[in-house]
């Protein structure tokens, strides 16, 4: 046989076993039955551009929510730690209109109501590394630390040093860090914690990610929990950025420290993730020891992620727009949200709820901007009040509804947070603290810009289909 002719034989069948690929690959997206949005983009990456989407196919398209890293007996043992040891202050309820959101919560994540946690605010990452490093000196039994990103700067290096300090007394020290996340940290910096005689794990390893969907699903919970009694959770990492800020501005986050009964939803978190990455099961009582009362409000800590049956975050914040009275304030870095979300909100502001939603100017990324400010012009319209955060880049993650209850944690408005990402949030029913949490914002307001309707509906056609290009990805950014 002509060798030209074998080679238009063997590329003949290549054509035809790619095409079946892709078809196939096609037909599996459309027969898993997911939210059209989702699928509609992805069968037109595979479709469009065949090669490429056959790769982030691999690496992002596929759809693990029925999968799981934990067995269900482990997980309701450990979720059902902080329930023991009941405060008779723990027997009270929530708001009367408050009770579905409650309920839905113990029933799709088990979160118990957690009664009279101390809560501290901290708006700068300065503050919150050295409230932090002031709190892992004086610990005596345990210290257990959570972060997407861990870096080996100037901050990490500090809390890398104090805890190797700690191991040294003897201190129980265990670093959770996301293998995803932490990508550009060398090895030696874990390494130097291991050979201490720290307890590091890589969540969701990625030994070769152009080859693993692992890469798509990514633990962003920051979680500190010291003793069981003190705990950190909110939207910083460890790393300079966060304390000194970017080359074009500062760095505006907030991050929470819990004394009391939530630091047990925080501990049960933390050993869930801990058990997925070493199948070490952590119960005993000293991680869960007896607590003080110091306020008189009620949370439910709330952790989601792509293998659970229900999107509990994505459900918990859409049943508070749906219900809201008088207002909602959101701060987030990045807007991409479902369907269910933007019509909650857009429903919300069109009943007359006054909705504010502060975004930051300029962001980390031009691609999510673009894809954000495609969501704007209906809620807008609608008459949500937008502000654009002006002195660096907004990260604060935070929701307050009617000086009743407040969000506070790790989740981004955005499609990745609700269904891609590992998260951790709080649900704080308490009205001091959502009145606390509103001069925060109220704070923040002062610094942004506010979008004036008629020059955003103004922006040019070129803009304006930029962003609605993006926008048909937003599911998948």
């Given at each position: 046989m002509d060798g030209s002719l074998i080679e238009e034989v063997v590329y003949l069948v290549i054509l035809i076993v790619y095409c079946v690929t892709i078809v196939g690959l096609v037909l599996v997206v459309i027969a898993?039955?997911?939210?059209?949005?989702?699928?509609?983009?992805?069968?037109?990456?595979?479709?469009?551009?065949?090669?490429?989407?056959?790769?982030?196919?691999?690496?992002?398209?596929?759809?693990?929510?029925?999968?799981?890293?934990?067995?269900?007996?482990?997980?309701?043992?450990?979720?059902?730690?902080?329930?023991?040891?009941?405060?008779?202050?723990?027997?009270?309820?929530?708001?009367?209109?408050?009770?579905?959101l409650e309920h839905l919560l113990q029933t799709t994540n088990q979160a118990a109501l957690l009664y009279g946690t101390d809560i501290q605010v901290f708006v700068n990452g300065g503050d919150k590394i050295k409230a932090l490093l002031e709190d892992i000196a004086e610990a005596k039994h345990h210290i257990h630390l959570q972060y997407y990103i861990f870096s080996d700067d100037e901050t990490g290096s500090s809390i890398k040093d104090a805890l190797i300090q700690k191991a040294k007394e003897g201190v129980q020290v265990r670093v959770l860090y996301d293998d995803v996340g932490c990508w550009n940290v060398k090895s030696k910096f874990f390494k130097e914690m291991q050979q201490a005689g720290i307890g590091v794990s890589g969540f969701l390893r990625v030994a070769f990610p152009v080859l693993s969907s692992k890469v798509n699903y990514r633990n962003h919970r920051k979680v500190v929990v010291i003793d069981g009694s003190i705990g950190y959770m909110g939207g910083m990492n460890i790393a300079d950025r966060y304390v000194k800020g970017t080359s074009w501005g500062s760095w505006r986050d907030t991050h929470y420290r819990f004394e009391g009964?939530?630091?047990?939803?925080?501990?049960?978190?933390?050993?869930?993730?801990?058990?997925?990455?070493?199948?070490?099961?952590l119960t005993s009582k000293h991680y869960y020891p007896p607590v003080n009362v110091f306020s008189n409000n009620m949370m439910q800590v709330v952790t989601s992620g792509p293998t659970g049956k229900w999107n509990t975050l994505l459900q918990g914040v859409i049943y508070a727009f749906s219900n809201a009275k008088k207002y909602i304030c959101i701060q987030t870095p990045y807007f991409l949200p479902s369907e269910g979300l933007n019509t909650a909100l857009q429903t919300a502001a069109l009943s007359g709820i006054e909705v504010k939603l502060m975004l930051p100017k300029r962001a980390d990324s031009k691609i999510i901007t673009l894809a954000t400010h495609s969501f704007l012009d209906d809620l807008v319209k609608a008459g949500v009040k937008i502000y654009l955060y002006k002195p660096g880049f907004l990260h604060s993650k935070l929701v307050i509804c009617d000086d009743a209850l407040t969000i506070i944690g790790s989740a981004n408005m955005d499609f990745r947070s609700f269904e891609h990402n590992f998260e951790v949030n709080a649900f704080v029913y308490d009205r001091d603290f959502a009145k606390k949490m509103y001069t925060v914002f109220k704070n923040d307001e002062a610094a942004c810009e506010p979008l004036q309707q008629e020059e955003w509906l103004q922006r040019s056609l070129r803009k304006r289909l930029s962003e609605s290009f993006i926008r048909l990805f937003s599911p998948l950014l």
């Open positions: 898993e039955n997911r939210n059209p949005l989702k699928t509609i983009p992805w069968v037109l990456v595979l479709l469009l551009t065949p090669g490429i989407g056959l790769l982030f196919y691999f690496l992002f398209g596929q759809d693990n929510r029925k999968q799981r890293i934990i067995s269900r007996y482990t997980y309701r043992r450990i979720k059902n730690k902080p329930k023991s040891g009941v405060l008779q202050q723990d027997l009270c309820s929530v708001p009367e209109n408050y009770k579905p009964k939530g630091v047990h939803g925080l501990q049960s978190a933390f050993l869930i993730d801990w058990y997925a990455c070493n199948k070490t099961l």
